[in-house]
């Protein structure tokens, strides 16, 4: 592969193409998205987790205004169900259809859909709809409460842990746990489905990560060919992961919408997003490290259960960034997962490895504290300089220089590591770092590229932007091998009928649409350098390829002509440019991987019990940021995120019957502007263009990596309580009187 | 839809007459708790009354130099009117520590003292709640129950009153001025919030009556006020613990001592008894704890709030100190 030896646009601070639209409302969200004669659909959640519905009774709810329909088991058409396959690219987050039969599995699982005139009608008859369960004894309401140790479902294993660790000089043995964690995004889920042409052909907006695998798995549920089925997401209020693969909503009111032959649109209300569409699970996971004297590590055991629910077989695989974090010859992992009667969880940014790497970066404070090391000399002592797991050197890796920078920029080496030793009035500062990782990815993307008559592009792609500047950074690509400003280029995202895009997941979207969008871009140069040299073109009888590109002109023996010239002179409304990219053979020889580092300092009163983040210092290594604004965001937002799961959230089930009952947006608490400390963010700059030709790795999740450990190391310094389940409440930390 | 009459009032007792003796009728100011319950099917008002209109949005000092506050009085404007600040800055620091600015933007003094409690079974219209439907029974005292009363409950309720400002009117004192359809009458802020006993549904003292002012008692000097909360979040978050105290010091020695608490019990929560403790002591950490030990004499932990005992102990006695270092700047 090729460098782009100089980046005018992509490297450059670039403020979002799609930013006035979003500021001024015109951003076509789908819960703002209207058709005419639409209807209303509210689902009915069950109000128990575990049981039978033995009744409903519906005439009050019928009887109300505007009320069209209720949908429930026995009123509901047959459907299949989607094969869920993540290959055939038709995965969908709960298998189960709704209303398919009487068994409740979770509370607030839909029971009936109530469709009507407006949202208020729709509502107001929701409350109506009384219901009759039969409750079923053994509900299971969560891992915490459970002595089962679930069922296996993955193993790694390397060299001989349980005999190193077993004659290791140093050994450490403990268990971390993990509350269940809402996304809480922005926008709540979000469906509008229209049929037309005899029901033969679905037209969704959905709020999602996915459109194709929405689109496919919508194929399969209604049985129509998949050209049948469009799915469109323009504007995504985030989604963290729980908008990957669709949920039952959708399907039930793409349902609505042919039972009752008009449009229907469903917004989920805040409490039913939070119990019905995907969660983080809860975890408990034991590590066992053992070393020798000197810090070197012998062996790591990560053993790790997660919660699923009793529909769905989801796994969270924690232990995925363990056997490549340290140089270390016996390593394994254990993956199991127990069902509980809550909804479905699904991936939640950095799924599995951010509750991975909270309990492995713990314990190696732990141990550093054990054997009396700096925890970044410890860290640094067992730095793996290639990747233990696959025997493969890295690709690119630079975590020593994250730690080594941002320790200097925290002012890590003043630091006392006394516990409670660094007073400030009321307060105790304690500073505590962890390092950070995530796997660096990519999937196959097309695209198509438009060079049009009036000198404008139009690129599109039918990936989705979700809120990390997608869109810009497309407009980026194109306009630094075109030259033509980024303002003159036109995105398109987020449509089936659009050239098939990645998945917005697993921070793959950069390195997997840009190669694309850059082939596509190409292509459509390429076409209009044939053109140009053909007869009666401004260069005729140049080799195509011998034309330059220059600020949206093309150029040769000191001339230059506007694409838009060119195109002028032919007549042309545009020449169009195909691509098509898919990793190649670069993972046969080398691991791919984005690393990075955080310092945190908290602030404890031990007075009054308050604790809270003041500072974070973080250096982030992901090959090139293509926009460093977006970049810097996303990092940011993701340390916010991270101080959530530290020290604030945590989904409340009823330990009676599973019941949520912090299901809304003031009781299952994240971050509020006042909780954000002083971030210190830095990207550094090492392209990795062994992954592709652009050198950036992607940036969604590495941020939340690392960040709760850092402050449970950071709370270890200033209190001297070693706390290993989060989030670290005032509980735990009160002295009792 | 769940439909409800609607009347907007030019007059207080045209406000009062609106409701027609209906008791499912509700009075509607900023609306921030009224609206989010009806949204959530857990109030059913059969009618609403708009009193945005009357005039009750001023501040007025008396002839006797007290403050009237009208109960349309934003809470944003009352936590900076300058005459809070200098007469009554525990009242001003205990609403700017409550909610976050858009809602204390829309809050009013009236509606704040009717605010409704957080309890999450109370606002899950499938639970079983006293308060929201009395005999039901009450899911908060073997459930989640970790935000919940330690002091005033009681085997039907353990719903924790959320109101930041009423912790300082409940220290300051004051007196409620009230108009019904038999006219006006006054009571005191003590009296106004019932305890939950065997009628939690039944939580203050008004009888078809609409709130119309609020009279603070006159100021302790010279003065030192602190409001100390404690809360998992930053802002925007409901109190574990807070103590609102205030002292007026001769010398070392505590004139008068003020205390109550929020965040723990079903009311806003004066301490009378650890106040007398502090009477004539020297204002150290051994009065502002022993008063503290009076203070939770009686707290009464559930299942998963233990904590709080601890932790409301910190809130007086950070309170009570940071209130005696004021009254001593404020001497100096």
Not at chain 1, 87 to 95: C, F, H, I, L, N
Request: proline share 6%; glycine share 8%.
């Amino acid at each position: 592969m090729t460098a782009i030896p100089e980046h005018h646009v992509v490297g450059r601070r670039t403020p979002r193409v799609d930013g006035e639209d979003k500021l001024t409302g015109r951003a076509d969200y789908t819960v703002d998205h209207r058709l005419e004669d639409m209807l209303y659909g509210y689902p009915v959640p069950a109000s128990i987790a575990h049981g039978t519905l033995e009744s409903l009774t519906l005439d009050a709810a019928r009887a109300m205004p505007g009320v069209v329909d209720i949908l429930h088991h026995g009123h509901f058409p047959d459907l299949h169900r989607s094969p869920n396959s993540l290959r055939q690219g038709d995965a969908v987050s709960e298998v189960r259809l709704p209303f398919e039969d009487d068994r409740i599995h979770y509370h607030g699982q839909y029971i009936a859909l109530v469709v009507a005139e407006t949202f208020e009608q729709a509502r107001a008859a929701a409350f109506r709809v009384k219901a009759r369960y039969h409750r079923d004894a053994g509900v299971v309401t969560g891992l915490a409460a459970s002595d089962d140790t679930g069922e296996e479902v993955g193993h790694y294993m390397r060299g001989e842990p349980e005999l190193a660790f077993g004659i290791a000089p140093v050994i450490l043995d403990e268990t971390y746990t993990i509350a269940a964690e809402s996304h809480l995004q922005l926008e709540p889920h979000a469906t509008l489905a229209e049929w037309r042409d005899a029901d033969q052909h679905l037209i969704v907006h959905e709020s999602t990560q996915g459109v194709f695998y929405q689109r496919n798995a919508l194929a399969r549920i209604f049985d129509l060919p998949p050209e049948r089925v469009e799915v469109i997401s323009h504007y995504i209020g985030s989604g963290f992961g729980n908008k990957l693969f669709m949920w039952p909503h959708a399907v039930a009111t793409a349902a609505a919408a042919r039972w009752l032959g008009r449009p229907v649109k469903t917004v989920l209300p805040r409490q039913q997003d939070m119990m019905t569409t995907g969660h983080r699970p809860a975890s408990r996971q034991r590590i066992r490290l053992g070393a020798e004297f000197d810090g070197s590590l012998a062996s790591i055991q990560h053993d790790s259960l997660t919660e699923t629910s009793t529909v769905d077989r989801y796994v969270d695989a924690c232990g995925g960034a363990t056997p490549s974090a340290y140089a270390c010859d016996s390593v394994a992992t254990h993956q199991r997962i127990l069902p509980v009667h809550h909804g479905t969880p699904c991936p939640m940014r950095a799924p599995g490895e951010v509750s991975g790497v909270f309990a492995l970066e713990s314990a190696i404070d732990e141990l550093a504290v054990a054997l009396d090391m700096d925890p970044l000399a410890l860290r640094l002592k067992n730095y793996a300089h290639q990747d233990p797991q696959r025997g493969l050197p890295w690709s690119s890796k630079h975590l020593d220089r994250c730690l080594e920078s941002a320790a200097e920029r925290f002012g890590w080496a003043s630091r006392d590591p006394r516990i409670g030793s660094m007073g400030d009035g009321d307060e105790i500062i304690g500073q505590g770092m962890a390092s950070a990782t995530w796997f660096a990815g990519r999937q196959p993307c097309a695209a198509r590229v438009t060079l049009r008559a009036d000198g404008s592009v139009f690129a599109a792609c039918g990936t989705q932007d979700i809120g990390t500047g997608t869109y810009t950074i497309v407009a980026q690509t194109v306009a630094e091998l075109t030259g033509v400003p980024v303002g003159r280029v036109e995105v398109r995202l987020g449509e089936t009928r659009l050239p098939a895009g990645p998945l917005s997941g697993g921070s793959m979207t950069t390195a997997s649409t840009l190669p694309a969008v850059a082939a596509a871009t190409r292509d459509a140069l390429a076409a209009l350098q044939e053109v140009a040299t053909g007869p009666g073109g401004d260069f005729d009888g140049l080799y195509p390829a011998s034309l330059g590109v220059e600020a949206g002109a093309l150029v040769a023996e000191g001339r230059r002509v506007n694409f838009a010239e060119i195109l002028a002179r032919h007549r042309l409304s545009g020449v169009t440019g195909e691509g098509s990219t898919a990793p190649g053979d670069e993972r046969q020889a080398y691991s791919f991987r984005s690393f990075g580092a955080h310092f945190v300092e908290v602030r404890w009163d031990p007075g009054i019990s308050r604790l809270r983040v003041a500072r974070v210092v973080s250096s982030i290594d992901v090959g090139r940021a293509i926009n460093p604004v977006a970049a810097r965001n996303q990092v940011e937002g993701a340390i916010v995120m991270g101080i959530g799961m530290g020290l604030l959230e945590g989904l409340d089930y009823d330990p009676r019957d599973a019941r949520l009952i912090n299901a809304n947006a003031s009781d299952y608490r994240i971050p509020v502007h006042a909780d954000m400390p002083e971030l210190d963010v830095e990207l550094l700059d090492y392209p990795d263009y062994r992954f592709n030709e652009f050198g950036a790795r992607g940036i969604g999740e590495i941020g939340l990596t690392g960040v709760a450990a850092a402050i449970a190391n950071a709370v270890y310094h200033a209190t001297g309580k070693r706390l290993r389940d989060l989030p670290i409440t005032v509980e735990t930390l009160v002295s009792p009187d | 839809m769940r439909t409800f009459a609607f009347a907007r009032a030019d007059s207080v007792a045209r406000a009062v007459e609106s409701q027609q003796g209906d008791p499912a009728s509700a009075f509607v100011a900023g609306g921030t708790t009224l609206l989010d319950l009806v949204k959530l099917d857990v109030m059913r008002p059969s009618r609403v009354i708009d009193i945005n209109a009357l005039p009750l949005n001023t501040v007025e000092r008396l002839p006797d130099d007290r403050l009237r506050i009208g109960a349309l009085v934003t809470n944003t404007d009352l936590a900076y009117h300058p005459d809070v600040l200098a007469d009554h800055p525990l009242l001003s620091q205990a609403i700017l520590a409550g909610a976050s600015s858009q809602v204390r933007n829309m809050a009013t003094t009236g509606g704040n003292l009717m605010q409704r409690t957080r309890c999450p079974y109370f606002r899950d219209a499938a639970a079983a709640c006293n308060k929201r439907e009395p005999g039901s029974g009450c899911d908060a005292l073997h459930g989640v129950n970790r935000m919940h009363a330690v002091l005033g409950g009681s085997s039907e309720c353990v719903a924790v009153h959320p109101s930041d400002m009423c912790v300082a009117l409940a220290a300051i004192g004051a007196t409620l001025t009230l108009h019904g359809p038999r006219g006006e009458r006054e009571i005191e802020f003590a009296d106004f919030h019932r305890l939950p006993g065997t009628t939690p549904y039944l939580e203050h003292d008004l009888d078809n009556e609409l709130i119309v002012a609020v009279t603070l008692a006159p100021p302790l000097v010279p003065l030192g006020a602190a409001y100390v909360k404690l809360r998992d979040r930053a802002a925007y978050e409901f109190a574990l613990a807070s103590a609102g105290a205030m002292l007026s010091l001769d010398e070392e020695l505590i004139g008068e001592a003020r205390l109550a608490l929020g965040g723990v019990a079903t009311k806003p929560w004066r301490c009378r008894e650890a106040e007398a403790s502090l009477a004539g002591k020297r204002a150290d950490t051994a009065a502002f704890e022993a008063a503290a030990d009076l203070a939770l004499a009686d707290a009464r932990p559930l299942s998963h709030n233990a904590f709080k005992i601890p932790l409301a102990r910190q809130a007086i006695v950070r309170a009570l100190r940071d209130a005696a270092r004021r009254a001593r700047e404020d001497d100096a």
